[in-house]
């Protein structure tokens, strides 16, 4: 009988590879310290629950072993440390709903996390494992949501509230307020500081972020909308993002449209001029596809622009967008 040499296994680096989101809140009891925002793993009574991924190319024997189930599983492994961490906030909203489901639909490509504000919300978006609440005002509760991400979405806005008792039957114009403790500054400035800082602490690789046309102009209509200056404070945390060191996107839509996606040229500009155009409008599922492709280019990386379409049937539909972004060359 053939005697067999054990050889054992040398790991080229000490990484622990991030656990999925579901493994972290559900196969362990995760205790965070008093510092918890770093890339390190948190203290859990399950060690089952822990990703190691030993797999790599360092390995050939393991590609060549006569046990079919064996390999596949090592494969699946590896597979899965590969994938890009992504968490989506205002994961619950209209637009963040559906950037959160399209990347639910390339599980081979990401890992999808959301964040949103109440468990009424995360039941509206189907109640999933990886949906975490928590308030974008307080750092401490963003910390689960954050830890081992490589990349974050944000979407969160304020949103102003028509007044009751307006009657468009009689003309005029709608009055607007904001809730107590949902102003533009605190949500628009100070919640998307918040999320940039412990995301940036957590050693996020991306930023996305979502703003508006307009923050060039300080007398927008927006601005006055219940007297809350949103693109001021939007531009403020967008500036913000900018300084902070961490490769980002930012993208200023245009009006959104809640239309079908992926049939309309896209169009990208810079200071607002495309507001000066007839084409200043684009679709929710297409300011989503532009996140999510913002994740796979490099040329979209530290870069900011205005992002509009042109109307369906004129032109061509975007399909090249490592091209589209290599038109940017705006950084702020």
């Known amino acids: 009988m053939a005697t067999l040499t054990r050889v054992p296994l040398v790991f080229s680096s000490n990484r ?3 656990a999925p989101a579901a493994s972290l809140n559900h196969k362990c009891n995760c205790v965070a310290s008093s510092s918890p925002l770093t890339r390190k793993l948190p203290h859990c009574s399950t060690p089952s629950s822990l990703s190691f991924n030993p797999f790599s190319s360092s390995f050939p024997s393991f590609s060549t072993r006569q046990n079919k189930g064996f390999r596949r599983t090592s494969l699946v492994v590896a597979s899965m440390a590969d ?52 308030d974008i005002r307080d750092t401490t509760s963003l910390v689960p949501a954050m830890q081992g991400i490589d990349a974050l979405i944000i979407l969160t806005s304020a949103v102003p509230r028509m007044k009751p008792g307006f009657d468009p039957t009689k003309g005029g114009r709608p009055e607007f307020y904001f809730e107590d403790g949902a102003y533009p500054e605190q949500v628009d400035w100070i919640g998307q ?15 996305v972020l979502v703003g508006s046309m307009g923050g060039t102009n300080p007398n927008h209509p927006l601005n006055s909308l219940g007297n809350g200056n949103i693109l001021v404070w939007k531009r403020k945390a967008e500036q913000y993002l900018a300084d902070s060191g961490v490769p980002y996107t930012i993208i200023r839509a245009g009006g959104l449209q809640d239309r079908d996606g992926g049939i ?16 200043k409008a684009i679709a929710r599922p297409d300011v989503a596809e532009v996140c999510i492709q913002a994740l796979k280019f490099e040329e979209a990386k530290f870069k900011a622009f205005d992002l509009a379409s042109k109307p369906e049937g004129v032109g061509n539909p975007t399909k090249d967008f490592k091209a589209l972004f290599s038109q940017i060359t705006t950084r702020f």
Not at 102 to 113: G, I, N, S, T
Not at 266 to 271: A, T, Y
């Open 264 to 279: 309309r040229e896209l169009l990208v500009g810079k200071d607002d001029e495309l507001l000066q155009t007839e084409t």
């Open 193 to 207: 500081k918040n999320q940039i800082d412990v995301a940036e602490e957590a050693g996020v690789k991306q930023i």
């Open 83 to 134: 994938l890009s961490t992504v968490l989506v906030t205002g994961a619950a909203g209209r637009t963040g709903q559906i950037v959160y489901k399209k990347l639910k639909e390339r599980l081979d490509q990401f890992v999808v996390r959301g964040l949103v504000r109440t468990p009424e919300s995360k039941e509206t978006i189907g109640g999933a494992d990886d949906v975490f609440v928590g």
């Open 16 to 18: 622990v590879a991030p």
